[in-house]
Every structure is written in C-alpha cells, then in structure tokens.
C-alpha cells in the first residue's frame, strides 16, 4: 500500500469508530420463489408477521446466492475451512471470514411493503490492506454503493452546517450559487428545516456525504468495488482537512 494510503489509515484509527460498506438491490415479493400467487397474499404494512413471511418466500435466493458467495470467496482468497463459514437463518445470513465479515438482510420497503429490499453489509476489515488487495477489490467489485464511518466523537449537524455556510464568508465562497471554496475545492451543503441530518457536496466527486451527528455516510450514484469508495472517501477528507474550520476539519 503507497505511503499515503498508509498514513491516512493509520490517522483513521484517530476519528472512526468502526467502518461498514452498504450495498442495496431491490425486487417484487410476487417475483420471489417462495411466491405462490394462488395461495399468498403481497404483504401491505412491514411488521413481525409480514417479516417472517419474507423469510420464508426468499429462502431459495438467500440460500443460494450465499452459498455461491462462500464459495467464491474460499476459492479467491484462499482461506482454510477454520478461517471462513456461513450462517444462514433467513431473512438474513453472515458469512464470517478471517479478514472480514459478510452480512445479508432482506426486509419489506416500509414505503413499499410488496417490494423488497437486500443489503449487504461487509465491515470488521482487519485493516485497509485487506480492502485492497486485488484479488479482494474484484471480489466485491460492483456490490456497494455506500460507505460509512461511525464517528468517535461526532459533531452537531448544525455545526457543520454552519462550518459549510461560513466558508463563503472565510474562504472566498461563491454565494450567489450557493457554494464555498474549501481549499481548491468547491464545497456545498442542504439540509431539511430541523437540522437532523445534512447532504454536502464536493466538487470533483460524484458521491454525497451524508452526516447525522454520529456517522457519516459517502453516497455513491453506482455501486462500486471497496478501493474505489475508499479512494474516493480519501479526496472528500482532504477537502475537509484543509478547511479553516475546526468542525470541518475535526470531522474527519
């Protein structure tokens, strides 16, 4: 691993708590094998009972898509039978390996109960070398689109919003569209009239950052492999170090 990727792990350790790639893929509950459209009904609220049904109708798919994944994973980085296994008890499964650990969950969309939702979640990486590694990076290529980071200590929303905003008045921002400039970068920030949570923007970089006060969130338009997100996670911290804001700065 090049000397800065090295170092910037190592400052990691610093201001995160614990790291967790997301990835999401979604579907009908009618298309689902378990689904007999003669004898089932689509569920209309998400509750205990409509879950469990869930878990009976995508059996099949999780059961088998988590037995090819063990598989391939045995076989491309070569780990023994101590060093990986698999648990499967759906609606969910954990694929616990040497240098990782590998969950699926498949839940109702509360928006949407007759559709559903898997995510993947890989986190507990044994350090930023594992993630990349090349035979690692094209294992998961193309399966997460989110990565987050559980903060240490966190911040305010309102803080950071306010960090963002005070640029254009600190760093020669651009205000007549809406924007500051945070060392050569252009930074911007919106957020819903409660302060719960805030979307910033970095110019050059096509994911979001979302924050709520304890995590923080890089939101990518596709999925991606784990250097890829990492890379981009690295651009979006060196904006945020050469703030003049101690919030910003702080933050990451």
Known sequence: MPASHETAAADASAFIRHVRLAGRTRGL?????????????????????TTAFLGKL???ELAEECEAFFQKTRAALGYKRRELSLDVASPSAVLTARDFTLEWDYTLDEDAPDEWVLTRTLHGLRGADVARAAA??????GMFERIVFGLKKGASVESVIDAVEGLGEDESGDEATG?????TARLKVDYPSDCRCCTLRVEGVTAEVEFDGGELAMVFPRAGSPSELIDAFAEVR???VLSKSRALAGLL
Do not use: I, Q, T
């Open 29 to 49: 509950v009618k298309a689902l094998g378990g689904f007999n459209k003669k004898h089932h009904s689509l569920p209309d609220a998400v509750n205990a009972a």
């Open 58 to 60: 995508c059996a099949e």
């Open 136 to 141: 690692f990076d094209a294992l998961f290529a």
């Open 179 to 183: 924007g500051a400039v945070c060392g």
């Open 238 to 240: 060196r904006v945020f």
